[in-house]
């Protein structure tokens, strides 16, 4: 087809608008729908081609696709500058493409086993060589290793090409050629001509050497799954820009092998993005799968990693946004729709909480050192096994218990959080509740508290026995209040897994304790996973039962969350203050360990403040005392650094905010939004951007039930310093509470 005149003659009408799409100058859109046109211009010529390669076994209408493929990448990469038309471009591109897809697809030649051993002694061969000389080796220098001529090296490699290739006897060319001849007579030419190329030229040579050797050493560590090395190795395209003149069979083995390169580089990149995400470093797996998006838009598996990496990181409308231009182009391009599993991934993103957030705590948050909402650091270790036993949750179909244990303000919340919201994204219903201390007294408040903490509303729910749910909701009198959960979750969870996350499990009432150890043992074999915070003190019997049936008589985890040391406070420090150097980070990370006592809570509190202009004095005394834990300071033992700290970050909240979070500490314990509203003055959509300012830059928790502090020590500062006296009297009064 490329040799016909009279074909070339048709599509000459197309070539100004080649020259018309490579003006970048031009508005977008424009340039979108010159592209189109160019696309639709030449479908003729990916039909053509494809046809040539019917009745191999693979259905006409997924060589028709492929051909396309193959059409628009032409269409994107044909430079007009360069001087040669577009069919003697594209012709051996789609061809290409085609072809990978046959040679992905199945063999067309059964190889005689000495090739194949042949093939896989030049590869031990190759590895061993190229650590040896620091490079990879040379065809020639892999023949003398082996003790053979260069020309069964040739073969060798050669054998990764005996995939459906064209039959002697399928026809001949205008010069009496059959493809095979022109393919084997082109590769070979293409073969002697860069060997002498690399010979006369220094840069060539390194140039084949470096690409060969991070084929090499790549494939080794993808084999290996160690991921982080072979994304270290991925730099671009295969031989980017490189051709050989007069060697179009060549070219299409190029473009063959860029095409394999590129997915196996996008399916590293995919794989270290999920072992960051697995890890808590959103921002690191959000950049490594953008790295795979820009060298193929298509896997969807890139498009889902991308799609958790930005809610994770509590960016709901850029994911939206994301699959919404994912859509679109896959529609205009391919003409195909995003498949089930993407689809779903992005109705649960639409069901995420929308933050409604000030627009100074949102632009600040985009900033990210203006932002409270520090990254996860110091926790992946323990990440990675909460997941790990989530998945077997899942996957296993088998109730799951995990602990996270840590004395107050080590992050257990942040870190159950974390679990939480990538279990939603696995489609997970997840069943929330915190308790207080007031909770201890109030019998069933924890289970109540589950039910109405998400579990009463989620899919399948209509399929538990209606008195049941009467109990739980309310509109019975309470009977087996513990068997009444069960058989909820039960019916819950054979429609889709189960999370019931307890926040602060050890103020949970006895009731509540007992009961939830029942259902644990009746659900062993339903996908419900049983996350628990706990802090060491005080103990508590019960759960102390459960801890200790994990690994025995229950799948699950427990782990225990310490204090940060420098490398945690130092990462944290060039997050918060990006500008800093590595001399005012070092002074930075001994002061904040100092006053903070390696406290993450405290960590965070202070670095916020450093942000905002606060310089830190040296401290006056040790802090703090051997004798007493974080839990039992009082806010007069604080150092002043840290009091100062908690003070500047109170002011950094909008007017709202501070009006709601004062209400909060005068009021204690867990309050209910519409009471915190009436204490402050605060209503309507003003009281919904505070609280959610609130809940995001992490000073409060929130269930169904209220909204608490999320360390007391916090609170208390607030209502000594931030607080006078004629206020806290006017906020209980509108609270309808005595002093």
């Known amino acids: 087809m490329a040799g016909n005149d009279s074909e070339r003659t048709d599509y000459q009408e197309l070539i100004p608008l080649f020259h018309q799409l490579a003006d970048e100058s031009a508005p977008e859109p424009q340039r979108m729908r010159i592209r189109d046109l160019l696309v639709t211009g030449h479908l003729p010529v990916a039909e053509h081609i494809a046809r040539k390669f019917r009745n191999r076994g693979q259905p006409e209408e997924d060589l028709q696709q492929v051909a396309r493929i193959g059409l628009i990448n032409a269409v994107d990469r044909f430079d007009p500058n360069r001087g040669t038309d577009f069919l003697s471009f594209a012709v051996p591109t789609i061809t290409g493409e085609v072809r990978r897809y046959f040679r992905d697809a199945t063999w067309a030649v059964r190889v005689p086993r000495r090739l194949k051993e042949l093939h896989a002694a030049i590869t031990t061969a190759s590895a061993r060589l190229a650590q040896e000389l620091g490079r990879s080796p040379r065809p020639k220098e892999i023949a003398t290793a082996l003790g053979m001529p260069v020309e069964e090296v040739y073969e060798g490699l050669q054998v990764g090409f005996a995939y459906n290739t064209d039959s002697l006897d399928s026809g001949t060319d205008d010069e009496g050629r059959s493809p095979a001849e022109n393919r084997l007579g082109d590769l070979d030419k293409a073969l002697h001509t860069l060997d002498e190329a690399a010979q006369r030229s220094g840069e060539l040579g390194l140039l084949l050497d470096q690409e060969t050797a991070l084929g090499n050493s790549g494939t080794v560590l993808y084999e290996q799954r160690d991921y982080a090395g072979a994304a270290a190795l991925i730099k671009g395209d295969f031989l980017e820009g490189f051709s050989v003149r007069g060697a179009s069979e060549f070219d299409n083995w190029l473009a063959a092998e860029r095409q394999h390169w590129c997915r196996r580089s996008v399916d590293v990149l995919v794989h270290r993005a999920e072992q960051l995400l697995a890890a808590g470093d959103v921002a690191s797996a959000h950049e490594m799968v ?122 257990k919340t942040r870190l159950a959080e974390e679990l939480a919201a990538r279990a939603r994204l696995d489609g997970a219903v997840v069943a929330a509740v915190r308790a207080v201390a007031a909770d201890r007294g109030d019998a069933w408040s924890g289970v109540l508290g589950i039910a109405r903490g998400g579990l009463l509303d989620a899919p399948g729910v209509a399929g538990a026995p209606p008195d049941a749910l009467a109990q739980l909701r309310g509109t019975a009198p309470p009977g087996a209040l513990g068997r009444a959960l069960a058989e909820v979750l039960q019916a819950v969870a054979d429609e889709r897994p189960v999370v019931v996350f307890v926040d602060d499990a050890h103020w949970l009432d006895r009731e509540s304790l007992l009961a939830l150890g029942a259902v644990i043992r009746d659900l062993v074999r339903a996908p419900v996973a049983f996350l628990f915070t706990v802090a060491p003190h005080p103990t508590d019997p019960e759960l102390d039962e459960v801890r200790a049936r994990i690994g025995r008589e229950l799948a699950g985890t427990a782990v225990q969350l310490g204090g940060f040391g420098t490398d945690e406070v130092r990462e944290l420090g060039r997050w918060a203050l990006p500008s800093y150097g590595e001399e005012q980070l070092d002074r930075l990370t001994r002061r904040v360990l100092a006053d903070s006592a390696g406290i993450p809570l405290l960590v965070v509190a202070l670095l916020h403040a450093v942000a905002g202009g606060f310089e830190p004095h040296h401290a006056q005394q040790p802090w703090p005392k051997p004798t007493e834990t974080f839990e039992q300071t ?106």
Do not use: H
């Open 290 to 411: 953008q790295r795979a998006r820009e060298l193929d838009w298509r896997p969807e598996t890139a498009v889902r990693t991308a799609l958790r990496a930005l809610v994770l990181a509590g960016d709901r409308a850029g994911a939206l946004a994301l699959f919404k231009a994912f859509a679109s182009r896959l529609k205009r391009d391919l003409g195909a729709e995003p498949d089930t599993e993407t689809g779903a991934l992005a109705e649960r993103v639409r069901l995420e909480k929308i933050w409604r957030l000030p627009q100074a705590v949102g632009d600040a948050d985009a900033r990210r050192s203006g932002s409270r909402r520090a990254p996860l650091v110091g926790r992946a270790l323990e990440l990675e096994r909460l997941t790990g036993a989530w998945t077997a949750c899942r996957a296993k179909r088998r109730a799951t218990v995990a602990v996270i244990e840590g004395d107050a303000g080590a992050g």
């Open 634 to 739: 009082l806010p007069g033992d604080l150092p002043d650094n840290v009091v100062a700290a908690i003070r500047i970050n109170f002011r950094r909240l909008s007017a709202e905010a501070q009006r709601v979070l004062a209400a909060t500490a005068v009021l204690g314990g867990r309050v209910a939004g519409t009471t915190l509203g009436r204490a402050a003055g605060v209503a309507g959509d003003a009281l919904a951007q505070a609280l959610d300012e609130l809940e995001w830059q992490g000073w409060l928790t929130a269930e169904p039930r209220g909204y608490a502090f999320v360390a007391r020590i916090v609170r208390e500062v607030i209502d000594r310093d931030m607080v006078t006296q004629g206020q806290r009297q006017r906020m209980l009064d509108m609270a309808d509470r005595s002093a």
